[in-house]
């Protein structure tokens, strides 16, 4: 998020799209934004998914908030071209939040809600997730620039289906020589 999207203000996703809000209108940092809009969800979460699941989430957001704040604050942000940006940051979104789901934590924000939804629906964390960050893409692109909509909707795109293919991913058994083949 902090070399690919950040730096053409495109969030990743909800919790991303507030940030990149409260950076707009408050001039605090991203990675401590990236906090601020995780606060509220996660109080939602120790309820529903309980202490274990919330505390790995909590960790998930601390270190990507940290990071956030490091990469912006030490690196230069480099104006790629936008479209490798898109792809490549919603590649590593989709990778790392599909990740995280399937490692029984999720990466905060829009995610917390989204698996709430996705759960008590039997739907896709995935798509219920791009159905309410679209909500925030469009506040995003009035305040700030309205092609960012158009971004934000490619790489929720290209992220959720990432995220959906590792979520559904199943893993097969691999079946290997050992000294007892002979007895089949």
């Known amino acids: 998020m902090s070399l690919f999207l950040f730096p053409h203000s495109i969030p990743s996703g909800g919790a991303a799209g507030l940030a990149i809000l409260i950076n707009h209108w408050f001039h ?17 979460a120790l309820p529903y998914f309980g202490f274990t699941w919330t505390l790995r989430t909590i960790i998930s957001v601390a270190i990507t908030s940290m990071t956030v704040g490091y990469i912006t604050s030490q690196f230069p942000h480099i104006h790629l071209n936008i479209f490798f ?8 979104f989709g ?6 789901i399937r490692a ?33 893409f469009v506040l995003t692109a009035l305040v700030i620039d309205y092609k960012i909509v158009l971004y934000a909707i490619v790489c929720q795109f290209i ?26």
């Open 95 to 100: 990778v790392g939040v599909g990740l995280l």
């Open 159 to 184: 992220s959720t289906n990432i995220i959906d293919y590792i979520y559904e991913f199943k893993f097969h058994r691999i079946s290997y020589l050992s000294a007892a083949w002979r007895k089949r």
């Open 104 to 136: 029984g934590a999720s990466s905060g924000g829009m995610v917390i809600p989204a698996l709430m939804i996705a759960n008590y629906k039997h739907w896709s964390p995935g798509k219920v997730m791009m159905g309410i960050n679209f909500f925030i």
């Open 28 to 44: 605090i940092s991203l990675g401590f934004s990236l906090w601020l809009a995780n606060i509220v969800f996660l109080l939602f």
């Open 85 to 92: 940006c898109i792809v490549a940051g919603s590649i590593g």
